[in-house]
């Protein structure tokens, strides 16, 4: 009976690690000049939902006119000959189970500021039916020139530095304290060893055990 439920145990461990985690976080919302942005776009799926055809298309708008402009698809069909000014700099950033529908800009401009629209379309795959939803999600990206300071990154680097000025000083204490100790200890000894010699002879003899005949 317990190997039993150890191998139930360990089955049910196994498929949950088997199993993905979709967590569902927001996109950054700053890039910087000349380097590469990730655009993240998640739309978690229910265990029921696993089968399904996703399609997503990915659409710019410079302004907030909404006019949009269709930068990429997936499945991937003609995305590169987009006619965009993202033609040739954008790259599929996605997960295999299709519950991340991220993109990457390459070599990010001042033009790439503006409005970025995810369309998730899933079409699911039951017995009886096969419903479709639509899921959008709106981003908001800023191009500046340097990277911001990250203040969470200011503040771990100041504490950094005080816990080894703290760890540096309790060191010093500790070495000054065994010091001292170890003095002490050599001082006492000393003074046992000053104290014997100072002894007249004949009272050390008297200190023996008397011997009987």
Not at 3 to 13: A, E, S
Not at 62 to 70: A, F, G, Q, Y
Request: contains cysteine.
């Amino acid at each position: 009976m317990l190997t039993h439920l150890h191998t139930i145990t360990f089955m049910l461990y196994f498929v949950h690690l088997s199993h993905q985690v979709c967590v569902d976080v927001p996109s950054d919302t700053e890039a910087v000049l000349g380097q590469s942005m990730r655009l993240t776009c998640i739309d978690c799926m229910k265990r029921e939902e696993v089968k399904a055809i996703t399609t997503v298309d990915w659409y710019y708008m410079p302004n907030e006119t909404w006019s949009r402009i269709l930068i990429f698809t997936y499945p991937v069909k003609a995305s590169k000959d987009l006619e965009s000014p993202f033609k040739g700099r954008l790259v599929w950033n996605g997960s295999q189970d299709l519950q991340d529908l991220s993109i990457r800009i390459q070599n990010v401009s001042f033009t790439d500021s503006g409005f970025y629209q995810c369309r998730v379309r899933r079409e699911f795959q039951f017995d009886y039916f096969t419903p479709t939803a639509l899921n959008i999600i709106n981003i908001s990206l800023t191009v500046i020139e340097k990277a911001s300071e990250d203040p969470t990154a200011l503040y771990s680097e100041i504490m950094m530095y005080v816990l080894l000025v703290f760890l540096t000083f309790w060191l010093l204490v500790e070495m000054v304290y065994c010091y001292r100790k170890i003095s002490k200890s050599d001082e006492q000894a000393q003074d046992t060893a000053t104290n014997y010699l100072a002894i007249p002879s004949e009272q050390k003899d008297t200190t023996a055990a008397p011997v009987t005949e």
